[in-house]
């Protein structure tokens, strides 16, 4: 469940790692960017700009799509 607010804009990329270890929902609020890359798996990869905040929510898997 990956929850994107107003004008986010979400792209695909492959830096910073995050490890799920179960299911992870990322709430990325206001005119943030936030960039993520890799594989759908128990690896996910994220590049985080300045200013994101990132609410990790247990129990609630990450899906990720080819247009958001």
């Known amino acids: 469940c990956l929850h994107v607010y107003d004008h986010t804009c979400l792209h695909v990329y492959d830096h910073i790692f995050l490890h799920a270890y179960d299911h992870i929902c ?3 609020y206001d005119h943030i960017c936030l960039h ?4 759908i798996g128990p690896h996910i990869y994220l590049y985080v700009h300045d200013h994101i905040y990132l609410h990790i929510c247990f129990h609630i898997y990450l899906h990720a ?3 958001i």
């Not at 993520?36 to 594989?39: A, C, E, K, Q």
Request: charged content about 10%; cysteine-free; overall charge negative.
């Open 65 to 67: 799509y080819d247009h």
């Open 36 to 39: 993520v890359y890799g594989h």
């Open 26 to 28: 990322l709430h990325v």
